[in-house]
């Protein structure tokens, strides 16, 4: 670089020569000197070669420059003189004081072809001007003979063997070396793709789009080494907001094309959905006619919906990243942890985890370096698994649903067999999606429907909110219920709006989805009178919608089965009915229910017996009994179940008699004259 710029500082001198008296040479006697003659310069090596001949990785580097300024003999002084100025900022000063308008493509002109006006070489200093001033990151907004060149470092380091990146464009570069996950969902696009571009020169645009997190950057990648080439990728943020680029970052990503032979891939690029009519088409106008004289490919990524082939002439390869299937998941999951968990892969529950989540390819490498990260050891069980699965997915912006703690297992519930045999009939619908759908080929024949819907009905406290808690817990997924009174609205379209909110958070994070108290929503559609009618009944038909295309599990609870439409039935996968238990049933339900109370002369058989309750109505009074129990001596007596069970009667409006309560009907009596404590 020292060899360039004495090259600029023998042109200068000969330049100010005739023109500044010897006091000016002192001052900047560091850079010129009023000694230099014509035959100095004449007999200096001017080709890269001879310049660097003991050094020929930089005579390789001067050459890309000179290839860049074409023979232009101006635009080689200005890089000269720009890196002349980078050894020493006070070139700048020297080049004002001797009347120039600093560092500026005029500057190079007047001393290259000294004696010739500005105005007579205009026209050559304007084409000079178009080769480097990308390079020198001159404003190509501004008038061109007097723009000023941006001193930054970037190109004398890169000059001395610095291939990094400008460090403000937050760039990466692909260099083909680096282990990749397999190219699962895009193998065949990314084959395709490489055969595109291998048979067609020039410049051309790959889009890839999906959604955040579906591996549109390491399609970009398997591309890039397909093609034998290095990748630099740029995000949109380093250079550009919501449509619209920032002159001076995306100058530095141009230089950098400049300095190299990479492909660029700029990634996340993102414009507001209200803004793409009016900002996308004259962004990427601009982005091709850029990066058209560059002559090699360009990747752009984007969000779902973008729309890039309509607005270049460029010839364009589209890709769309899809959600992965489930054997694709199980794949992606088995790659992720056999390229980190090393020995514990063998384990991993790759095809349970696909199965039961919906995940991008990037939330699943994620997952499995932060599970690395968390238990190095390798003990993991596939709970801890879906723990973390739900720590990646929670953003916090859930909306109208809440999350219920799945406390209750496999045991606690105490059901009829056929209720049970039903349940793991849906869990085994949910763990075996995978055989059935991809291995047996029946997903191309249920392009819909295929969400596990469950409804539940019966009366109230028969176990149905236990049920989802423990379907959930079951299946190792969140459980979240939905909140119909923040849902239900009395404004046209909002209930519609609402309800899409609620299965587009759930489908993107995997959750089950609870409607208690559902019939509020699954009311008959009624013959339409009025527009009321006519509003109520889109609210059916768009939630029967969403439960067609929904592909998680939807959960719901209805005391009042007979008041839903009937086309809801028949879209429910499973209708599960519960009823009030048997003797027998009761009698399990009150022995789990007072299991570990220290107790004295407690009758179960008699409980059973008198008593037609439900399941939630005898936790309630166990609760209450034990209560009085404990500040009545700390054991629990038919004294005290007695009154449980005459308050709990009494909560609902019912009235008892002591009759009722058969032989233990006197400590009814007691308590209720006043008795009993």
Same mark, same amino acid.
């Given at each position: 670089m ?11 001198s000969?330049f100010?020569k005739p023109?500044?008296?010897? =006091?000016f040479?002192k001052r900047?006697? $560091?850079?010129?000197?009023?000694d230099?003659?014509?035959e100095e %310069?004449?007999?200096?090596?001017t080709?890269?070669e ?6 020929? =990785?930089l005579?390789? /580097?001067f050459?890309? &420059?000179?290839a860049?300024?074409?023979?232009d003999?101006a ?14 900022? $006070?070139v700048?000063d020297?080049l /004002?004081e001797?009347?120039?308008?600093g560092?500026t493509v005029?500057?190079a002109?007047?001393?290259t072809w ?13 084409s @000079?001007?178009?080769?480097i001033s990308?390079l %020198?990151?001159?404003? #190509?907004m ?5 723009a000023p060149?941006? &001193?930054?470092?970037r190109?004398a380091?890169w000059?001395m063997?610095d291939d ?5 464009l937050?760039a990466e570069v692909?260099d ?6 397999a190219?699962v ?6 084959e395709r793709?490489?055969?595109? &571009?291998r048979a067609?020169?020039g410049?051309?645009?790959v889009?890839i789009?999906g959604e955040d997190g579906?591996?549109?950057?390491h399609?970009?990648r398997?591309l890039?080494r397909?093609?034998?080439r290095?990748?630099?990728l ?9 449509? =619209?680029l920032?002159?001076?970052a995306w100058r530095?990503?141009l230089? +950098?094309l400049?300095?190299s ?5 700029l990634?996340g690029l993102r414009?507001?959905?209200?803004k793409r009519?009016?900002r996308?088409?004259?962004l990427?106008?601009?982005l091709e006619?850029?990066?058209?004289p560059?002559? $090699?490919?360009?990747?752009?990524t984007t969000?779902e919906?973008? *729309? !890039?082939?309509p ?5 364009a390869f589209a ?9 694709q998941?199980?794949?992606l ?6 390229q980190m ?12 985890l696909a199965? *039961? ?9 994620r997952i !499995?370096r932060?599970?690395r990260?968390?238990n #190095? ?9 879906f ?5 990646v997915l929670?953003d916090?912006?859930y909306e ?9 297992t496999w045991d606690d519930l105490?059901l009829a067999d056929?209720l049970?045999a039903a349940?793991r ?6 763990e075996?999606q ?11 024949r249920?392009p819909?429907?295929?969400?596990v819907?469950?409804l539940?009905?019966g009366p109230?406290?028969?176990g149905?909110?236990?049920t989802?808690?423990?379907?959930a817990? *079951?299946?190792?997924?969140?459980l979240?219920?939905?909140d ?6 009395k ?5 519609e709006k ?7 958070q759930?489908e ?5 989805l609870?409607?208690?108290e559902a019939?509020?929503?699954l009311g008959?559609?009624? +013959?339409?009178?009025?527009a ?5 009944n889109?609210?059916v038909?768009y939630l029967?919608?969403?439960?067609? +295309? ?7 609870a209805?005391n009042q089965?007979g008041s ?8 429910f996968?499973?209708?599960?009915t519960f ?8 009698r399990k339900l009150?022995?789990a ?8 002369g ?18 309630n ?5 034990a209560?009085r129990a @404990? ?11 007695v009154? =449980?069970v005459?308050q709990?009667?009494? *909560?609902?409006?019912?009235?008892? %008699?002591?009759?009722?309560f058969?032989e233990?009907?006197v400590?009814l ?5 006043g008795g009993g404590?």
């Amino acid at each position: 670089m020292k060899r360039l710029a004495a090259l600029a500082a023998l042109k200068l001198s000969l330049f100010l020569k005739p023109r500044v008296d010897d =006091a000016f040479f002192k001052r900047y006697s $560091r850079f010129i000197a009023p000694d230099v003659t014509e035959e100095e %310069l004449l007999d200096c090596p001017t080709t890269p070669e001879e310049l660097f001949e003991d050094e020929p =990785a930089l005579a390789a /580097r001067f050459a890309r &420059l000179c290839a860049i300024c074409d023979g232009d003999a101006a635009a080689r002084t200005a890089i000269e003189l720009y890196l002349l100025a980078q050894m020493d900022g $006070r070139v700048v000063d020297l080049l /004002r004081e001797a009347g120039f308008n600093g560092l500026t493509v005029e500057t190079a002109g007047r001393i290259t072809w000294r004696g010739e006006e500005t105005v007579e070489m205009a026209a050559r200093l304007r084409s @000079a001007f178009e080769k480097i001033s990308v390079l %020198l990151r001159a404003d #190509p907004m501004a008038e061109p003979l007097c723009a000023p060149f941006q &001193l930054d470092g970037r190109l004398a380091a890169w000059l001395m063997g610095d291939d990094l990146p400008d460090e403000r464009l937050c760039a990466e570069v692909d260099d083909g070396t680096g282990e990749l996950p397999a190219a699962v969902l895009t193998g065949e696009s990314i084959e395709r793709a490489a055969a595109v &571009l291998r048979a067609k020169d020039g410049f051309s645009i790959v889009h890839i789009s999906g959604e955040d997190g579906s591996g549109r950057r390491h399609m970009a990648r398997h591309l890039a080494r397909r093609l034998g080439r290095e990748l630099l990728l740029v995000p949109f943020d380093a250079v550009g907001a919501d449509g =619209a680029l920032d002159d001076a970052a995306w100058r530095r990503v141009l230089r +950098e094309l400049l300095l190299s032979d990479r492909l660029l891939c700029l990634y996340g690029l993102r414009c507001a959905p209200e803004k793409r009519t009016e900002r996308l088409p004259a962004l990427l106008h601009r982005l091709e006619r850029d990066l058209a004289p560059f002559g $090699r490919a360009v990747l752009l990524t984007t969000q779902e919906g973008v *729309k !890039v082939t309509p607005f270049v002439r460029a010839d364009a390869f589209a890709v769309s990243i899809p959600r992965p299937t489930i054997l694709q998941s199980a794949r992606l999951w088995r790659s992720f942890a056999e390229q980190m968990l090393g020995s514990g892969a063998a384990s991993f529950p790759a095809e349970s985890l696909a199965s *039961k989540m919906t995940l991008t390819a990037g939330q699943m490498e994620r997952i !499995v370096r932060l599970l690395r990260f968390q238990n #190095p050891r390798g003990q993991w069980s596939e709970r801890d698994i879906f723990k973390l699965c739900y720590q990646v997915l929670d953003d916090g912006r859930y909306e109208n649903i809440r999350f219920v703690d799945t406390t209750y297992t496999w045991d606690d519930l105490l059901l009829a067999d056929s209720l049970k045999a039903a349940l793991r009939d849906i869990c085994a619908q949910v763990e075996h999606q995978g055989l059935v759908l991809d291995e047996w080929g029946l997903r191309r024949r249920y392009p819909y429907g295929r969400c596990v819907s469950v409804l539940m009905s019966g009366p109230p406290g028969t176990g149905k909110t236990m049920t989802a808690q423990v379907l959930a817990s *079951k299946l190792g997924l969140e459980l979240y219920k939905v909140d119909l009174s923040q849902i239900v609205d009395k404004y046209i379209g909002e209930t519609e709006k609402r309800l899409g909110q609620v299965f587009d958070q759930a489908e993107k994070s995997n959750l089950v989805l609870f409607f208690d108290e559902a019939d509020a929503l699954l009311g008959k559609r009624s +013959e339409v009178k009025d527009a009321k009618d006519k509003y109520a009944n889109t609210e059916v038909a768009y939630l029967l919608q969403r439960m067609e +295309e929904y592909r998680g599990i939807v959960l719901m609870a209805t005391n009042q089965a007979g008041s839903m439409d009937s086309a809801f039935l028949r879209r429910f996968r499973y209708h599960l009915t519960f009823t009030l238990p048997d003797e027998a049933m009761r009698r399990k339900l009150w022995e789990a229910a007072l299991d570990g109370i220290p107790s004295d002369g407690v009758q179960m058989e008699y409980l059973a017996r008198q008593f037609d309750l439900s399941g939630a109505q005898i936790k309630n009074i166990a609760l209450n009994a034990a209560y009085r129990a @404990a500040s009545d001596g700390g054991v629990l007596h038919m004294a005290h179940l007695v009154r =449980a069970v005459f308050q709990e009667f009494h *909560k609902e409006g019912k009235v008892m %008699l002591s009759s009722e309560f058969g032989e233990y009907g006197v400590m009814l009596s007691d308590y209720l004259s006043g008795g009993g404590s």
